[in-house]
């Protein structure tokens, strides 16, 4: 059956061969394509915001009156400015003392007809985003709007280049009117139904021909035309997270008996494993004592000790006879586990193989050769340790430290080359990620979590100080090193520039004031073994204060360290601030945090910083987090496009648990989605899956 929706653009009117090329170019190649074209915002010009209520970062439409206009020299063009004014009489605005009393139009460059519409005493509307401008409110390039278009809402498109805006909205608005109709679910009739569900060809067609209703809702995801796009996007994203699991090749892993070596591998450290220890070792050894190859995420937060808690796993694997291999996110990290495994390991006569990037050939081939004949039982290593030509001769779990994007992990699983079995699979979070998020992100995953510290840990105190304040730095720094502690200073950047602050210049000052043989730099810049060395002199306390960027982020462990400073802390997230923050106090003595920042903040970063202040609860950092921000940074996915979600909020639990449920229910069906009415979803599902593929390889 030939649908509407696959009619080439140009059948629309007002479509030509050159804005059809134009639009194809940007992949809205049919009329259901251009159906997916979402106006980027409503131009709501029934009623003009009042000048004394405008706020800076709106856009609005404004109705004033022109009080002053004036052209001024803008390089070699004149530029134009416009003052207006609102025509209500005074005393009929609320709250007139406090807002805006003005607002000022500019031009930078000469437009064609500003200084006739622009008369002083005329009345004008304009639309645009209010920025603050020293205390005026100020709109650029503002754009002027016809008085009798008074009413009404336009959609407003992202613009095209090339294309002009109302053939756009012209063409949208044909492809509603001729196709919307047909745009097939994804969700089937039944559940729709039972759930009191719309047909998505509605919601796209309230939300392109907007209402009075439809703009009264509210700013976008909170719209119900939004919400139901959002379920229909969010249902696709469970099918494929959980195909993904099903596409994973069948086949059996090795059943690894638990008793006694557990037991003994709990003895091996110098610590007695906590009572939240003892039960994630527990929960991991049923899985590991299993056929069913272990697909488990622990999560615990920063400090709480998963690293051992992976040995015991990793010691029952090669107690079993086989090989574990772990895998850290950054060579420093890899090293710093195999400086801390090999104590441990060699203790309960593990051995014990690390394989990083720094290896000579000569290492390297050779580490190879321990590999695939067994020589060797647990490998440490970046996750280059799987790529190419690696064979094992018995993986029996992979560990993944520092990782929340299950799918990495997956697709980490998949390189592995042994042919007998599949190896069990324990992923590690790097940050805490609320419970309930992780339930759904996580569904068909064994979830086990960490939920205390060890004992006698003190929380960092955590300070904010101004940057000018470097008094109070310097003062902490000093009572840190007293006590015979080490610091961290951590930096936005490498070198200085645009006024953010670089690990250069901050060594430089402390090596003035604390002496340059005690300071030390780590950064991405420098080799493998310059970072070694560095890392180890700050271990072994030659090195007293070590400034670096985020590298010493994730992991480092560094148990006499205490006191971190991060510079400009505004420029770090929550969840980066508590992991930076996880590096001191590890050792039970009192540490400190200082977060330096200018001022005034964004209220943004004010709140991100207050919370680091009230709570060191990672799980607690995390919903807040979630609130902030939304997920999309959890998952190394910048706001919007490259997402690979539109509309929806992964904030949002409880949108997120329908979805769950529903692509639970159609795959229960059609576990393969191989039936016709689940074509669509099969064929998304695909899509989605390659542009997941890229994004995690550019993540
Ligand atoms: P994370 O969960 O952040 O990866 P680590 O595994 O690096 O935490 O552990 C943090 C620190 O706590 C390490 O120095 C480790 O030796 C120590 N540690 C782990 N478990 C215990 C315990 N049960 N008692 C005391 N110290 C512990
Ligand atoms: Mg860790």
Known sequence: MSSLLDHDVETLPGIGPRSAAILKSRGH???????????????????????????AGEYVVVEGRVRSARRFPR???????????????????????????????????????????????????VAGQVNDYRGVATIAHPETLAAESEGEIEPRYPDIPGLKRKSLRKAVRAAVDRAAHQVPDLIPEAQRVSRGLGRVGQALRSIHVPTDETVDAGPGAAHPAQQRLALEELVLWELALRMRRAKEPAGAARAFEADPHVSIARNAFAFDLTAAQ?????????????????????????GCGKTAVALVACAQVVAGGAQAAFLAPTELLAEQHAMSLRPVAERLG????????????????????????????????????LSGDIRFSSLGLLVVDEQHRFGVAQRLVLGVRDARH?????????????????????????????????PGRLPPKTVRVTRRDRAKVYRQI????????????????????????????????????????????????????????????????DIKVLVGTTVVEVGVDVPSANL?????????????????????GRDGQRSACLLTHPVPLTPEAETRLQALCETDDGFKLAEADLALRGPGHLFGYRQSGASGLRFADLGDVALLSAA??????????????????????????????RFAAVREEAG
């Open 29 to 55: 190649e049919s009329v259901g394509d251009l159906l997916w074209l979402l106006p980027k915002r409503y131009l709501d010009q029934r009623h003009p915001t009042p000048i004394h209520e405008l706020e």
């Open 75 to 125: 390089g070699r063009h004149m530029g134009f400015e416009v003052r207006i004014e609102s025509e209500l009489p005074v005393d009929s605005q609320e709250g007139y003392q406090e807002g805006y009393q003005e607002l000022k139009l500019v031009w930078f460059r000469a437009v064609p007809g500003l200084t006739r519409r622009f008369e002083v005493g005329a009345t004008v509307r």
């Open 278 to 302: 003892l039960a994630a070792v527990d929960a991991l050894g049923r899985s590991l004592n299993s056929e069913d190859p272990m697909r488990c995420l622990l999560q615990g937060d920063v």
């Open 350 to 385: 593990i051995r014990l193989g690390v394989f990083t990037g720094t290896l000579s050939k000569h290492e390297r081939r050779s580490m190879l050769d321990r590999m695939s004949t067994g020589a060797v039982d647990l490998i440490v290593g970046t996750h280059a340790l």
């Open 422 to 454: 599949q190896p069990h699979l324990l992923v590690m979070t790097a940050t805490p990620i609320p419970r309930s998020l992780a339930l759904v992100l996580y569904s068909g995953l064994d979830l086990v979590v960490i939920d205390a510290k060890p």
């Open 478 to 541: 000093e009572r840190a090193l007293e006590a015979g502690g080490r610091v961290f200073i951590v930096c936005p950047a490498i070198s200085e520039s645009d006024g953010i602050v670089g690990v250069d210049a901050v060594a430089a000052e402390m090596g003035s004031r604390f002496g340059e043989d005690v300071v030390g730099t780590i950064h991405g810049r420098l080799g493998g073994d310059e970072r070694r060395t560095t890392m180890r002199a700050f271990a072994d306390g």
């Open 564 to 584: 971190i400073v991060v510079e400009q802390a505004d420029r770090f997230g929550l969840a980066q601030l508590h992991q930076l923050r996880g590096r001191v």
């Open 660 to 689: 769950s449920e529903i692509a639970g229910e159609i795959l229960a069906e059609d576990p393969l989605l191989s039936r016709p009415e689940n074509a669509r979803a099969a064929a998304a599902v695909a899509r989605w899956e």
